[in-house]
């Protein structure tokens, strides 16, 4: 699997996106979010299997990777995307 960011992934077959915000957010606990693209689920077992290309990113505004329980963040915006295709034999992207 080639990783990419979703963003240079041309005519993805999958293109998920989400975004949020909010005016103001409070944590009480630390939040468990994690995103995983498993490449075991593709089957490589004969050389003619296609070459996949994904990959995920996330965008934020005023609320940082690592959150702490109890900060208050005001005018937070959260983008989400991921994408992915089969690549072309010959197309070197």
């Known amino acids: 699997m080639r990783r990419k960011h979703p963003d240079h992934i041309s005519d993805p077959i ?3 996106q989400v975004s949020a915000k909010a005016n103001v957010v409070r944590f009480e606990e630390t939040p468990d979010a994690r995103v995983e693209f498993l490449d ?3 089957d490589r ?3 003619d ?3 996949v290309e994904a990959g995920s990113a996330d965008e ?3 609320i ?3 959150i702490e329980p109890g900060i208050v963040y005001h005018d937070v915006r959260v983008r989400w995307h991921a994408a992915a295709k089969i ?3 010959g197309d070197g992207s």
């Open 14 to 16: 999958i293109d998920i």
């Open 40 to 42: 075991e689920a593709v």
């Open 45 to 47: 077992t004969t050389t």
């Open 49 to 51: 299997q296609p070459e």
């Open 60 to 62: 934020r505004v005023n």
């Open 64 to 66: 940082p990777e690592e």
């Open 87 to 89: 690549a072309d034999q």
